[in-house]
């Protein structure tokens, strides 16, 4: 028989670094989660990706009991990786940071396919471009 689930939490952690510190404990101590029992179990499954920002899904069960989905990192965590560039624009309409290649939109939509609500790479593409023009950058071909 199936668990009833309680709730779900949404957390972005770095790979391979979760601690008890805000925002982790907080909001896992507040659903009655044991803290460490994630942050060992999270840092285990992500050590290959050490230091990469990494959306979870928690889902909390009503006898307190815990599973996680890590999902692939943010759009623009993977796109200030490809160009090396720290942040964005605080004005993208006016002010330009960079240029992306078609290249490097197609790697990213790629890598974030399984997590998007699309169904062709195209589609894909179509979003991640329209991440990187938020972000203040000038894209090929769009």
């Keep these: ?79 200030m990786e490809y160009t090396k560039k720290t942040t964005g624009s605080a004005e993208p309409n006016r002010k330009k940071i960079g240029q992306v290649s078609k290249d490097i939109i197609e790697k990213i939509a790629q890598e974030k396919m399984p997590d998007l609500n699309c169904f062709t790479l195209e589609a894909a593409m179509s979003m991640v471009a329209g991440s990187a023009k938020s972000a203040g950058f000038t894209v090929e071909g769009y």
């Design 1 to 79: 028989m199936a668990k009833e689930i309680q709730t779900f939490i949404k957390l972005q952690v770095k790979g391979g670094q979760a601690n008890p510190a805000p925002p982790i404990g907080p909001a896992l101590g507040s659903k009655g989660v044991n803290i460490m029992e994630f942050c060992k179990r999270f840092n285990a499954q992500t050590q290959d990706r050490m230091g990469k920002i990494l959306p979870c899904v928690i889902s909390v069960y009503t006898d307190k009991s815990f599973d996680f989905v890590i999902k692939t990192p943010p759009v623009n965590a993977l796109l």
